[in-house]
């Protein structure tokens, strides 16, 4: 069974709108999440990340929501812009695995 | 800037070959990792090593090992290459100690590998 779980493989959004990419998980042993950016042909590249003792992180147009009672944590990009077209995952760290990652959202800026 | 390094960015091998495929990197971390990616079933963790001569399994290590004797190169390798072992294999590497580092991982640009 999926520990954590992207449950849109692909997400289209128009230019200068809010993109939110979305991870659910069912452990709550997880105590840090990450979230990585992965163009094609290239490997993921980490984007930002966020202690479970916070519910919020922010990185300029980048911010990462966690609702630990939810156990679900989001990701939001505002304004979107073309180059932010990639496949993200999530990762989380804890559990007994140690280190999880989700299946990945592709997401499409549209113009 | 960190650097991973994977030594090819495409191979062709054939079935029963033996396969290396070779990582470095240059930021003295501790960790490395090896993944492949597949459409529809993310990142898969093949192996690991968190030290100079040791090494973890992942979640599907089955037909795969890997050596690391020296800190800044890890290699995977396939010991008798079969079709469902062609991929995208991603090469990674982070601070801290293993699993339960929350250091990001700098991660290579991989190696497109198809075995016929």
């Known amino acids: 069974d999926q520990q954590v779980k992207q449950n849109s493989p692909s997400l289209s959004v128009q230019e200068g709108r809010i993109s939110i990419l979305n991870c659910d998980y069912t452990n709550s042993m997880f105590d840090y999440f990450l979230w990585y950016k992965k163009y094609p042909a290239e490997g993921p590249t980490f984007l930002i990340s966020i202690s479970s003792i916070k519910d919020k992180n922010e990185d300029g147009r980048f911010t990462v929501f966690l609702n630990k009672s939810a156990k679900h944590l989001s990701l939001h990009i505002v304004p979107s812009q073309p180059g932010d077209s990639a496949v993200y995952f999530c990762?989380?760290?804890?559990?007994?695995?140690?280190?999880?990652f989700g299946k990945g959202t592709h997401l499409i800026i549209q113009p | 800037d960190v650097k991973v390094t994977q030594s090819s960015r495409y191979l062709v091998k054939r079935t029963g070959e033996k396969v290396f495929l070779e990582c470095v990197q240059d930021m003295d971390h501790e960790n490395m990792f090896w993944y492949r990616q597949d459409p529809g079933l993310g990142l898969r963790l093949i192996y690991f090593s968190y030290d100079v001569k040791m090494k973890e399994k992942g979640d599907i290590p089955e037909g795969y090992s890997v050596s690391r004797e020296k800190k800044e190169r890890f290699s995977l390798i396939l010991e008798s290459a079969s079709t469902n072992q062609t991929s995208m294999y991603l090469c990674?590497?982070?601070?801290?100690?293993?699993?339960?580092?929350?250091?990001?991982?700098?991660f290579g640009d991989g190696t497109r590998l198809s075995i016929l």
């Open positions: 990762a989380l760290v804890g559990g007994a695995d140690g280190l999880t």
């Open positions: 990674a590497s982070s601070r801290g100690q293993g699993l339960y580092s929350n250091q990001p991982q700098h």
